[in-house]
């Protein structure tokens, strides 16, 4: 039978569930067990597609095309496979299934509610997701927080599960924050709070993750363990550390992999562990740290380039270097917030992917300013058109080039829509998304960091760059160094700059700890090699 996990998050949202989620996968999958995992969103959106990244943070895509929760990312990071659209369930998609089912009289007669047929559906789906992916165990994250009102019918349906599978088949474990106040003190009775909310609602959690600043005392512990009605053995503590990667280690020393096999009735079996061991040493062990510039419209929220960032981090640890990583909006350097001056400090930039006009001026402006420098720079989907219209702006001489995107208008439409995107009418899950085959030009800088064609990396956009206008940036330096199946540019490089590389793909989704992209890798290889030219 299936073994399932379920955890839950209390006291406040971004706790790093998804990192506990991902830390247990990893364990139990090093462990020899087939594990995965399912991120449950309590939203109404059938999923992420539409949300502004300041509501929600990065919408990470999938391998066959779905838009989803940014754990996913956490997920695919730690437990190196792929995940689908199937492991992000929303509430969108079930009341969206329910509607459908009774509209086709699937429920005739009855009087159709959220308890049973809601939390029936539920139950369908994550059972659905185990007999898929043919999982062992399969690890499921309740988004959001105990207590909120959209979040109950997810729990109702888990309560339901244990007693379905059975005990020994099924675990519920609570992440929940201690915080430490002024004078110091780790004040736990957050904790005591968000379980007995958990209690209310008919879920006793078998194990309890206590995420503070500081691991707990053998007190602290005991204190949580009565007032949470389980053994002290059942309290793990998961400080604050530097590396998200390490969150692993420090749980399997805790004993948590253990206790889990205990519970569910898993043979007992020790996780091979040696090359994590060796990526988070690197992580803590570097010659210099480069400072790069990430510039975007979304970088008040952080989240909003998780994947980039942690691809960085990856291949950073890889090279041996730290990371120094100057966060600027782009709407700051439209308005005079932002002195240009400043980039001359920088060692490298990133242009950010996004969508929409805000911000755009203040990105054009830096790519032409680091293009003339001669250093480093890297775009990412809307950060290469962007590239694209700076090289046709200055170099080609249009002055007007735009995107269609900011410009309908434009007389230069360097980068115009998707021909067969004119005629969508529904915005959400409509992009061109998921993985695409790319073919890539020899003698690139490209081709020199993959080195294979052809390559399989994700995308998300409408907007590509024009045909029409490959022969004229040819001609002003810009390489079309990649090129799909369905004929589009997916690669610019710069002829005679060190490093002038934009790419129309994501390759930081398919980025891993001990496999990092080849792109950010090579981008930050070069950054190495022009500092030391200078």
């Not at 087939?34 to 509501?55: C, E, F, Q, S």
């Not at 959400?428 to 990396?457: F, K, Q």
């Not at 390489?479 to 540019?489: L, M």
Request: glycine letters at 10%; charged letters at 25%; hydrophobic letters at 40%.
């Amino acid at each position: 039978m299936v073994k399932y996990i379920f955890v839950t998050g209390g006291v406040l949202s971004s706790l790093g569930k998804g990192v506990v989620v991902g830390s247990i996968g990893l364990l139990l999958e090093r462990s020899g067990f087939n594990t995965d995992t399912v991120k449950i969103d309590p939203y109404l959106n059938v999923d992420a597609g539409t949300m502004n990244p300041y509501m929600h943070g990065e919408v990470f895509v999938t391998e066959d095309g779905g838009e989803t929760d940014l754990d996913l990312g956490h997920y695919e990071r730690f437990l190196g496979k792929y995940m689908s659209k199937l492991n992000n369930i929303t509430a969108g998609q079930i009341y969206l299934s329910v509607l459908e089912k009774e509209r086709r009289g699937d429920y005739l007669g009855q009087c159709v509610q959220v308890v049973p047929h809601v939390t029936n559906e539920i139950k369908e789906r994550i059972r659905h997701v185990a007999k898929a992916r043919g999982a062992d165990v399969l690890i499921v994250e309740i988004g959001g927080t105990v207590g909120d009102i959209e979040g109950l019918p997810f729990l109702e349906a888990i309560r339901q599960m244990k007693l379905e599978e059975g005990p020994s088949n099924t675990i519920f474990i609570h992440v929940a924050l201690a915080p430490i106040i002024t004078t110091g003190e780790l004040k736990t009775k957050p904790v005591q709070h968000s379980v007995q909310e958990l209690r209310r609602i008919g879920i006793q959690p078998d194990i309890i993750i206590v995420r503070s600043g500081r691991a707990l005392n053998d007190d602290e512990r005991a204190k949580i363990a009565l007032y949470g009605n389980v053994p002290p053995k059942a309290v793990f503590s998961d400080p604050d550390t530097d590396s998200i990667y390490e969150v692993p280690l420090i749980l399997y020393k805790e004993g948590l992999l253990s206790y889990i096999q205990e519970l569910l009735g898993l043979p007992r079996r020790e996780p091979e562990l040696s090359d994590w061991v060796d990526f988070v040493e690197k992580t803590k062990k570097y010659r210099r740290k480069v400072n790069i510039a990430m510039v975007g419209k979304y970088t008040k929220v952080r989240d909003s380039y998780i994947s980039i960032v942690e691809a960085l981090r990856h291949a950073a640890a890889h090279l041996g270097i730290g990371l120094n990583l100057e966060w600027i909006e782009s709407t700051d350097i439209e308005n005079g917030v932002y002195d240009l001056s400043r980039a001359g400090e920088l060692e490298g930039a990133i242009i950010l992917p996004g969508f929409g006009r805000r911000g755009t001026l203040g990105k054009i402006e830096f790519i032409k300013r680091f293009r003339e420098s001669g250093k480093p720079i890297l775009g990412i989907c809307f950060g290469m058109q962007l590239m694209v219209v700076e090289v046709a702006r200055n170099l080609l001489g249009l002055k007007d080039a735009n995107s269609t995107e900011l410009d309908p208008n434009t007389p230069h439409p360097v980068v115009d829509m998707i021909p067969w995107q004119k005629n969508i009418e529904k915005i959400g899950g409509t992009m061109r998304l998921g993985a695409r085959r790319i073919n890539l030009v020899r003698d690139s800088i490209i081709w020199g960091l993959y080195r294979a064609s052809p390559i399989y990396e994700r995308f998300r956009h409408r907007y590509t760059l024009n045909l029409k206008y490959v022969d004229q940036l040819e001609k002003a330096g810009l390489r079309i160094t990649g090129w799909s199946d369905e004929g589009f540019a997916e690669v610019v490089e710069l002829n005679n700059h060190s490093f002038f590389l934009g790419v129309q793909f994501h390759p930081e989704f398919k980025s891993r700890p001990l496999n990092p992209s080849p792109v950010y890798k090579g981008f930050l290889q070069a950054v190495l090699e022009a500092a030391r030219s200078d």
